[in-house]
């Protein structure tokens, strides 16, 4: 994978465990790909990610239990990105700023929350996450890209296993794409 030559400055939300900014935090301390400017949580972040944010990314600006995103969060960010933030993205922030967003479905199909059980619901054939640009309405902006794999168990626990081990594996690479494009 090509190295960025010169380094973007990445912003990421949050609402829940933080398990896939994890593997970008860890992935990224090693490659030294971006920079991360801050991480931002309508909740508590993780005491893993504030352990390893204290250990290998001294300079990053936290902010937890944010009720709305305001602008001036994001000063000298060149790209948000958005990993399981669950609230809508104001208007004001989407119009002056790279917003992308990891979705745990291939979009078009199973917009919003769920979506792994309504897969199963619906029979479908492949599981996977959609990296988009996020857009005023919700789950619409253009795909950046996706991967997908074949659905092999009717089981919701087990398919949110392999989903999640699916986006460890690929989300890195996946924003590192969409950095050099």
């Not at 204290?54 to 960010?77: A, M, P």
């Not at 999640?164 to 794409?177: A, G, T």
Request: glycine share 4%; aromatic share 10%; charged share 25%.
């Amino acid at each position: 994978m090509a190295k960025l030559n010169n380094y973007k400055k990445i912003s990421f939300l949050i609402s829940g465990g933080g398990s896939n900014l994890l593997e970008v935090l860890k992935k990224n301390s090693k490659k030294k790909n971006f920079e991360i400017v801050s991480i931002i949580s309508n909740n508590i972040i993780s005491s893993k990610i504030k352990s390893y944010l204290n250990k290998f990314y001294k300079d990053v600006s936290i902010k937890e239990n944010q009720i709305k995103l305001q602008k001036k969060y994001f000063f000298n960010t060149d790209v948000i990105f958005s990993l399981g933030y669950m609230k809508i993205i104001d208007r004001e922030i989407i119009d002056n700023f790279d917003v992308i967003n990891l979705h745990p479905s291939i979009l078009p199909k199973y917009k919003g929350l769920m979506t792994q059980k309504r897969m199963l619901i619906n029979n479908e054939k492949n599981y996977g996450f959609t990296i988009h640009k996020v857009s005023n309405e919700l789950d619409e902006g253009m795909t950046i890209s996706n991967i997908n794999r074949k659905i092999s168990t009717k089981d919701e626990t087990e398919l949110l296993y392999k989903h999640k081990s699916l986006e460890h594996k690929f989300v890195y690479k996946q924003l590192i794409r969409y950095l050099l494009s």
